[in-house]
């Protein structure tokens, strides 16, 4: 069964750090894998997607992920925090030839001025 | 591009109205669509998947008399709470995912925040 973990609830980064938020995954064959963030009372934003390639994914607003096979991690990174980076943030995977995605449970990221 | 739009974006209702939410794929087509529930602090709990004139298939514990699903094209679904109840206030969230290069990514409107009184 498909599955996606994400260890923190919630990760606390002072801005201009960078940050880690971390999810590792569960899936038969390849998977496609991928972040999303939402903002209160929002629905999702895509962020970026690893389906096959290059194992460092780049997305929006400078955010980028590293696909770890061995360890089964994408976890989700960028190099100096923003305040305005603060959001929900989950990891999905989806296995190829699979029609749904799985979510995590969410990883809360506060940005501390 | 890429983007899905939902509406209304909040809805009241008495219990045991109905409610229609409707979920649109602006700028692309979308052969299957999602409906999703996201309950306060958790994650988003699955409800269907719907491709376009076929029907709907609901997940475990989904109720699909009570969650009318109709994706009748390929820009747009409507999700309707039939004899809506205080237990289903929730925020509800569509998503769509096209055809084209763009296949493999779920791309997800705004949300619907339900209250029902």
């Known amino acids: 069964a498909q599955s996606v973990a994400q260890p923190e609830d919630q990760v606390n980064v002072a801005e201009g750090n960078p940050l880690t938020v971390k999810c590792t995954y569960s899936?038969?064959?390849?998977?496609?894998l991928f972040w999303y963030v939402q903002y209160p009372n929002r629905g999702l934003q895509f962020l970026l997607k690893y389906i096959t390639g290059d194992n460092l994914v780049k997305g929006s607003y400078g955010f980028e992920a590293e696909f770890n096979k061995s360890q089964t991690s994408f976890h989700l990174k960028k190099p100096s925090a923003l305040v305005s980076d603060s959001a929900l943030y989950f990891c999905a995977v989806r296995g190829a030839g699979d029609d749904k995605i799985i979510f995590g449970k969410g990883t809360r990221l506060h940005i501390l001025p | 591009g890429a983007v899905v739009s939902q509406h209304p974006s909040w809805v009241i209702c008495k219990s045991g109205t109905s409610v229609k939410i409707e979920c649109r794929s602006l700028d692309f087509q979308a052969t299957t669509m999602f409906w999703y529930r996201q309950f306060p602090k958790q994650s988003l709990m699955l409800m269907a998947t719907?491709?376009?004139?076929?029907?709907?298939?609901?997940e475990q514990g989904v109720e699909k008399d009570k969650f009318l699903i109709n994706h009748a094209s390929l820009t747009l679904s409507t999700l309707t709470v039939t004899s809506a109840h205080p237990e289903d206030s929730s925020f509800y969230i569509c998503?769509?995912?096209?055809?084209?290069?763009?296949?493999?990514?779920?791309?997800f409107g705004p949300g619907t925040r339900l209250t029902v009184l």
């Open positions: 719907s491709n376009e004139g076929s029907k709907a298939t609901y």
């Open positions: 998503s769509a995912r096209g055809g084209g290069s763009g296949t493999d990514t779920q791309y």
């Open positions: 899936v038969s064959g390849n998977p496609y």
